[in-house]
């Protein structure tokens, strides 16, 4: 049994996922890496009995660090003390800040996410490709996604390739950069040295971007760079997206997967996946698919991840052939 002062890091962190459930608990999961998910697991599986006032001192101290984290981002860390100050009191909040700047470090570029995207391109269009890739990185998603539409297409090709390879940078160089951008726009910038870039950044990057733009990339990089431009696909729909089509084109879709592969791409999903799949489905078919998931038994999640690929594949190929639409980007799209 734990007590209080007792637990570690990843022992909080696996009691404040129990505490929240299996269906939150998964959506957390796709927001880390492959072995922070297997450390937590083994947390969860090892944990004994948690006493109540232990779930509840958990939930508060990560409420605590939430908040405090939204405030430095939205103001900095001496509005984030002043504002846990008067809420906290002094000495709690030094405690919270302190544990969170351990940790915690501003981005680059904090004053380019605050631009309109608009003036930002003025300063960054007629630079390196390299150049604007690391700094597209480090903004928004939208903002990344208006400056990357409104390249020419060749620098949009080189941009969003770059961009997708991106690892770490040195320190050198991104101080370098950011003075110069800060010097340009004269306002005040922040350093930090974490990783920026990838392929998580480029997808979400081009799923913002309008068609055509998004095609053009994705044509030249399938010339280009074939391996590169197949992992970026993908990526651009995932599985969970399909709550995002028309009954219409789910409907579609699902005459042209087995059942089988469906039954065990549904064995991980959420329920709002699986609910929205079983609503197109006859009301037979889809108590049958439940009795086929419920006798299953355990299966490895590289299988479930596997059948749930093709199934993402299938709707490509799909939407590909015109047969279902596949709502993208950051404005509504107009389906006449």
Not at 251 to 266: H, N, P, Y
Request: glycine share 4%; proline share 3%.
């Amino acid at each position: 049994m734990f007590r209080k002062g007792t637990l570690t890091g990843k022992q909080k962190a696996a009691v404040l996922l129990v505490s929240l459930g299996p269906e939150l608990s998964s959506l957390v999961f796709k927001h880390l890496r492959e072995e922070e998910i297997e450390e937590l697991t083994y947390e969860i599986a090892s944990l004994d009995r948690v006493m109540p006032e232990i779930r509840e001192k958990v939930a508060v101290e990560f409420s605590q660090l939430a908040q405090a984290r939204r405030y430095i981002t939205q103001g900095g860390i001496e509005q984030a003390k002043e504002i846990l100050e008067k809420a906290l009191g002094p000495q709690k909040a030094t405690e919270i800040i302190q544990r969170l700047t351990a940790s915690l470090q501003v981005r680059p570029f904090d004053f380019a996410r605050k631009t309109d995207p608009a003036q930002l391109l003025n300063f960054i269009q007629h630079e390196h490709p390299q150049t604007i890739a690391l700094i597209l990185a480090y903004l928004h998603p939208e903002q990344a996604a208006v400056i990357l539409s409104a390249l020419p297409g060749e620098s949009q090709v080189e941009v969003a390739k770059r961009l997708a390879i991106l690892d770490r940078t040195s320190p050198e160089v991104l101080e370098e950069i950011e003075a110069t951008l800060e010097k340009k726009l004269s306002s005040f910038a922040t350093q930090d040295f974490t990783m920026a870039g990838g392929l998580e950044t480029a997808v979400s990057i081009l799923n913002r971007v309008d068609r055509s733009t998004e095609k053009t990339i994705m044509e030249a990089l399938e010339e280009d760079d074939p391996e590169l431009a197949e992992e970026i696909k993908k990526r651009m729909f995932v599985f969970e997206d399909i709550v995002t089509l028309d009954d219409r084109s789910i409907q579609r879709v699902l005459r042209e997967v087995d059942s089988r592969e469906l039954a065990l791409a549904l064995k991980a999903a959420s329920e709002e996946v699986a609910e929205r799949i079983y609503k197109n489905m006859s009301k037979r078919a889809a108590e049958m698919m439940k009795e086929d998931i419920e006798y299953m038994g355990p299966v490895r999640l590289r299988d479930v991840e596997e059948a749930q690929q093709k199934i993402v594949s299938i709707i490509r190929k799909l939407e590909e052939a015109g047969e279902i639409i596949v709502a993208r980007g950051g404005e509504d799209e107009i389906i006449v």
